[in-house]
């Protein structure tokens, strides 16, 4: 019992340090402390485990610390066979370190002895270096004036060969040198020796002027004799004869020859930036502004031009009469002329000799082009002075327009090329052009309005063609619109454009709010000839307005519009509108489309109103027509129309008759439509639906709809009855023989009563039958009411 209770006393112990917090049991009974809380909860979990809550399994706590012992020293042998493995490793990787912390500190010993060397040479040499270096320095220099003096000597050679051969005149040798001379002025732009530059450039600029004088001066007094410049109309052929010979081939080689120099004249021009010399700016002559880049003119052109240019600015500036502010079209026409009468001097006699240069030069263009500068020159400064002169700009400007299209049309001057509309792109110029252009249009619209055939048409004595119908005004409106896109199409700035488009805009829709205002001032009276013209000047701008949306050239617009997101075109616009004008779906001028097809339909339903108020007027009689005490067919010989329609009857053919001759075909189409969807509605309503029907007042009122009503609206389409549903389906009930009539309105009384389910039964349905009588418009409750205003039922 003793040995029991000891051993009982040896596990709680065990059990006890086991559980202990703060100390835990070793192999051989000593005690280490925890590392953390984490080994208490694995070996409470441990024990848990392994022993649980039964008292009495804590006999085997003996066996359990053994069989851990036994783990643990398994443990054991295992750490020390592999760490028995690893110092032999570790000791191979010491050494190796060493060994190369030995290297590298013998390396930084070399390293430091090899700097202080080094350093100690660097200062030993430092004195050599410094000498050489102020020698290298006056060698530099040395080299420098070397180079200087070789530039200034080979300036000095290149000015000699051209005195050279200028005296032995050895034009072409002269001409060589002289190009030599523009490559190093070329070469040396970059350099920062400038009176180096300068010198070289005075000199290149001095002998190219000697070259081109002389060379100009034979040229000219060939082309004297040649007759040029050719002010009129060459009377004879420019075909060279036997004793032009000589005449011909000295134009060809002079020619040549200033070809030959154009390369230093155009390195001149750009390093000078003066105009050309062969032609001089005329004291006070305005500047024009800047135009498109364009390449400089030829040399033989620009010597050609001289004459042509001393008679513009002699007859064209100063205070000559020709110098007239009002009369552009002058110096515009003298242009013209000029070019065409030397279009065949130029094809016939230049254009040869450029070609078999090898120039890629078109002669009659490069002509065009130097007129055209004086041209530009001039147009600018009087555009610049009539700013505030509205009747000579706008003259100016038609005259440049009509200049230009002439121009471009008559003498194929190259589209690539500018004219002289880039001069009116000038935002004072433009802004000018807008202002003035909109301020005539006004004046202009406010005159035809207050003319006294504004509201006739010009074309209603020739039927084929008014179709239209439009009156005067509107012509007239629509065609100064169409002036103004013709003015404005050939400008070369999108965005201009758009400006005008903007313009033309608001003209359109300040002339619909002048047609609203006439509008309500005719409203009172509908049927008048003025307001149906009015109807047919909003319909015949609306038809324009839709045109051009499909015009190539406004579709253009729109999708210029739309990429530069132009705030006076496409401004205030949501994502699906400017989704549809991007995909061309809509047009610029949807809204304006929308305004006028309201205000078109708003007229329309004044003038049919006007018109229903004269037929109820008339068919008042008709309406209150005892319909219901009306004879049988039968009893009748023949049917008539009723007596009580005849004032109905004769108020709608004659406003058929009035519409037909007042409106436009695609007006009169909508006003007649509208008319009998109108009384369809009316009779149905006011006699059907008023009055109760005998057999012979059904078949009386058939009669007047089938036979009377709808012949008239039978002019105009094949089959009238489609648009008078209401009715025609409404005597087709009234006319059922009254066995038909007892059934139908039992089988709907009945369909009505129960809510039973027509499909899938052989009974027919109350819709089917009445499709079989023709009927299907009316519903089977409309119908219903209409069998229920049969006058007489058997039995009652």
Same mark, same amino acid.
């Given at each position: 019992?003793?040995?029991?209770?000891?051993?009982?006393?040896?596990?709680?112990?065990?059990?006890?340090?086991?559980?202990?917090?703060?100390?835990?049991?070793?192999?051989?009974?000593?005690?280490?402390?925890?590392?953390?809380?984490?080994?208490?909860?694995?070996?409470?979990?441990?024990?848990?485990?392994?022993?649980?809550?039964?008292?009495?399994?804590?006999?085997?706590?003996?066996?359990?610390?053994?069989?851990?012992?036994?783990?643990?020293?398994?443990?054991?042998?295992?750490?020390?066979?592999?760490?028995?493995?690893?110092?032999?490793?570790?000791?191979?990787?010491?050494?190796?370190?060493?060994?190369?912390?030995?290297?590298?500190?013998?390396?930084?010993?070399?390293?430091?002895?090899?700097?202080?060397?080094?350093?100690?040479?660097?200062?030993?040499?430092?004195?050599?270096?410094?000498? @050489?270096?102020?020698?290298?320095?006056?060698?530099?220099?040395?080299e420098r004036h070397m180079n200087?003096?070789?530039?200034?000597?080979?300036?000095?050679?290149?000015?000699?060969?051209?005195?050279?051969?200028?005296?032995?005149?050895?034009?072409?040798?002269?001409?060589?040198?002289?190009?030599?001379?523009?490559?190093?002025?070329?070469?040396?732009?970059?350099?920062?020796?400038?009176?180096?530059?300068?010198?070289?450039?005075?000199?290149?600029?001095?002998?190219?002027?000697?070259?081109?004088?002389?060379?100009?001066?034979?040229?000219?007094?060939?082309?004297?004799?040649?007759?040029?410049?050719?002010?009129?109309?060459?009377?004879?052929?420019?075909?060279?004869?036997?004793?032009?010979?000589?005449?011909?081939?000295?134009?060809?080689?002079?020619?040549?020859?200033?070809?030959?120099?154009?390369?230093?004249?155009?390195?001149?021009?750009?390093?000078?930036?003066?105009?050309?010399?062969?032609?001089?700016?005329?004291?006070?002559?305005?500047?024009?502004?800047?135009?498109?880049?364009?390449?400089?003119?030829?040399?033989?052109?620009?010597?050609?031009?001289?004459?042509?240019?001393?008679?513009?600015?002699?007859?064209?500036?100063?205070?000559?009469?020709?110098?007239?502010?009002?009369?552009?079209?002058?110096?515009?026409?003298?242009?013209?002329?000029?070019?065409?009468?030397?279009?065949?001097?130029?094809?016939?006699?230049?254009?040869?000799?450029l070609d078999r240069a090898g120039?890629?030069?078109?002669?009659?263009?490069?002509?065009?082009?130097?007129?055209?500068?004086?041209?530009?020159?001039?147009?600018?400064?009087?555009?610049?002075?009539?700013?505030?002169?509205?009747?000579?700009?706008?003259?100016?400007?038609?005259?440049?327009?009509?200049?230009?299209?002439?121009?471009?049309?008559?003498?194929?001057?190259?589209?690539?090329?500018?004219?002289?509309?880039?001069?009116?792109?000038?935002?004072?110029?433009?802004?000018?052009?807008?202002?003035?252009?909109?301020?005539?249009?006004?004046?202009?619209?406010?005159?035809?309005?207050?003319?006294?055939?504004?509201?006739?048409?010009?074309?209603?004595?020739?039927?084929?063609?008014?179709?239209?119908?439009?009156?005067?005004?509107?012509?007239?409106?629509?065609?100064?619109?169409?002036?103004?896109?013709?003015?404005?199409?050939?400008?070369?700035?999108?965005?201009?454009?758009?400006?005008?488009?903007?313009?033309?805009?608001?003209?359109?829709?300040?002339?619909?709010?002048?047609?609203?205002?006439?509008?309500?001032?005719?409203?009172?009276?509908?049927?008048?000839?003025?307001?149906?013209?009015?109807?047919?000047?909003?319909?015949?701008?609306?038809?324009?307005?839709?045109?051009?949306?499909?015009?190539?050239?406004?579709?253009?617009?729109?999708?210029?519009?739309?990429?530069?997101?132009?705030?006076?075109?496409?401004?205030?616009?949501?994502?699906?509108?400017?989704?549809?004008?991007?995909?061309?779906?809509?047009?610029?001028?949807?809204?304006?489309?929308?305004?006028?097809?309201?205000?078109?339909?708003?007229?329309?339903?004044?003038? @049919?109103?006007?018109?229903?108020?004269?037929?109820?007027?008339?068919?008042?009689?008709?309406?209150?027509?005892?319909?219901?005490c009306h004879p049988s067919q039968?009893?009748?010989?023949?049917?008539?129309?009723?007596?009580?329609?005849?004032?109905?009857?004769?108020?709608?053919?004659?406003?058929?008759?009035?519409?037909?001759?007042?409106?436009?075909?695609?007006?009169?189409?909508?006003?007649?439509?509208?008319?009998?969807?109108?009384?369809?509605?009316? @009779?149905?309503?006011?006699?059907?639906?008023?009055?109760?029907?005998?057999?012979?007042?059904?078949?009386?009122?058939?009669?007047?709809?089938?036979?009377?009503?709808?012949?008239?609206?039978?002019?105009?389409?094949?089959?009238?009855?489609?648009?008078?549903?209401?009715?025609?389906?409404?005597?087709?009930?009234?006319?059922?023989?009254?066995?038909?009539?007892?059934?139908?309105?039992?089988?709907?009384?009945?369909?009505?009563?129960?809510?039973?389910?027509?499909?899938?039964?052989?009974?027919?349905?109350?819709?089917?039958?009445?499709?079989?009588?023709?009927?299907?418009?009316?519903?089977?409750?409309?119908?219903?009411?209409?069998?229920?205003?049969?006058?007489?039922?058997?039995?009652?």
């Amino acid at each position: 019992m003793a040995a029991s209770a000891a051993k009982q006393n040896t596990a709680d112990q065990h059990l006890e340090d086991l559980l202990n917090p703060a100390v835990t049991v070793t192999q051989d009974g000593g005690c280490f402390s925890l590392i953390s809380d984490e080994l208490r909860d694995y070996v409470v979990d441990f024990l848990d485990k392994e022993v649980g809550s039964d008292v009495k399994s804590l006999k085997n706590v003996g066996s359990l610390l053994h069989k851990l012992k036994e783990e643990n020293s398994l443990l054991e042998e295992q750490v020390l066979t592999v760490s028995s493995s690893v110092p032999p490793q570790v000791s191979a990787a010491l050494s190796a370190a060493e060994d190369a912390r030995c290297s590298l500190d013998e390396l930084l010993q070399r390293e430091k002895h090899i700097s202080e060397t080094l350093s100690q040479h660097l200062e030993e040499v430092q004195p050599w270096m410094d000498t @050489l270096g102020q020698t290298l320095n006056q060698v530099e220099t040395v080299e420098r004036h070397m180079n200087y003096l070789r530039c200034l000597q080979h300036i000095e050679e290149l000015s000699a060969v051209v005195q050279q051969c200028l005296m032995t005149s050895s034009v072409w040798e002269a001409i060589r040198a002289v190009e030599r001379m523009a490559v190093m002025d070329a070469g040396l732009s970059q350099s920062k020796c400038s009176h180096l530059r300068d010198f070289l450039r005075e000199t290149l600029q001095f002998w190219h002027k000697i070259i081109k004088d002389r060379l100009a001066g034979d040229l000219e007094k060939v082309l004297t004799q040649l007759h040029w410049p050719i002010i009129s109309p060459p009377t004879q052929s420019l075909t060279p004869t036997a004793s032009g010979q000589e005449l011909a081939s000295q134009l060809e080689l002079l020619v040549t020859q200033l070809l030959a120099l154009q390369t230093p004249d155009d390195l001149i021009s750009q390093r000078t930036f003066a105009p050309s010399k062969a032609e001089p700016s005329t004291q006070g002559a305005p500047s024009a502004p800047p135009c498109p880049q364009a390449p400089p003119l030829c040399l033989p052109i620009q010597i050609m031009m001289q004459p042509l240019s001393k008679r513009f600015r002699y007859h064209f500036y100063g205070n000559r009469q020709t110098n007239t502010l009002s009369k552009p079209e002058w110096y515009l026409t003298q242009v013209l002329m000029w070019i065409g009468n030397s279009t065949s001097f130029m094809e016939e006699k230049i254009q040869p000799i450029l070609d078999r240069a090898g120039a890629t030069i078109n002669a009659r263009v490069e002509l065009c082009r130097g007129l055209l500068s004086l041209v530009q020159e001039k147009v600018a400064g009087d555009a610049s002075r009539l700013l505030y002169d509205d009747a000579p700009f706008c003259h100016l400007v038609e005259e440049v327009l009509q200049f230009e299209k002439e121009l471009r049309s008559n003498h194929s001057y190259p589209a690539s090329l500018p004219g002289l509309l880039h001069l009116l792109l000038e935002d004072a110029i433009l802004q000018k052009w807008l202002t003035v252009e909109k301020k005539m249009a006004v004046e202009k619209v406010d005159a035809m309005l207050s003319a006294e055939g504004a509201w006739s048409s010009q074309y209603k004595d020739i039927r084929d063609m008014d179709e239209l119908k439009s009156p005067d005004c509107a012509e007239t409106f629509m065609t100064l619109l169409q002036v103004i896109t013709d003015r404005y199409q050939a400008l070369p700035c999108v965005s201009a454009q758009l400006k005008f488009l903007e313009l033309q805009r608001e003209l359109v829709d300040d002339f619909r709010i002048r047609l609203t205002q006439v509008m309500k001032e005719e409203s009172r009276c509908p049927l008048s000839p003025r307001y149906c013209a009015i109807l047919n000047a909003v319909n015949y701008i609306s038809t324009i307005l839709t045109d051009w949306g499909d015009n190539v050239f406004f579709l253009q617009l729109q999708q210029a519009a739309v990429s530069l997101g132009d705030e006076t075109v496409v401004g205030g616009l949501g994502v699906m509108e400017m989704g549809r004008l991007a995909s061309l779906e809509g047009s610029l001028f949807e809204g304006l489309l929308a305004l006028l097809d309201r205000l078109k339909g708003d007229m329309m339903g004044r003038l @049919l109103d006007g018109i229903m108020r004269d037929i109820t007027e008339k068919a008042v009689a008709y309406c209150q027509d005892r319909w219901f005490c009306h004879p049988s067919q039968h009893d009748m010989s023949a049917m008539t129309l009723s007596s009580s329609a005849c004032p109905m009857m004769l108020c709608i053919r004659d406003s058929l008759l009035n519409l037909h001759q007042v409106l436009s075909l695609f007006l009169f189409q909508l006003a007649w439509q509208g008319l009998a969807e109108r009384l369809d509605s009316f @009779l149905y309503q006011e006699v059907i639906l008023s009055n109760h029907f005998s057999d012979g007042g059904a078949a009386q009122l058939q009669f007047d709809m089938t036979r009377n009503l709808f012949p008239l609206f039978g002019h105009h389409c094949k089959r009238p009855e489609n648009f008078f549903k209401h009715v025609k389906e409404a005597c087709i009930i009234l006319c059922l023989n009254v066995g038909s009539a007892i059934l139908l309105r039992t089988l709907i009384k009945e369909s009505e009563e129960t809510t039973r389910d027509w499909t899938g039964r052989d009974d027919p349905s109350p819709q089917s039958v009445l499709n079989e009588l023709g009927v299907y418009y009316l519903a089977p409750c409309d119908v219903f009411i209409l069998l229920n205003l049969r006058a007489s039922w058997p039995g009652q």
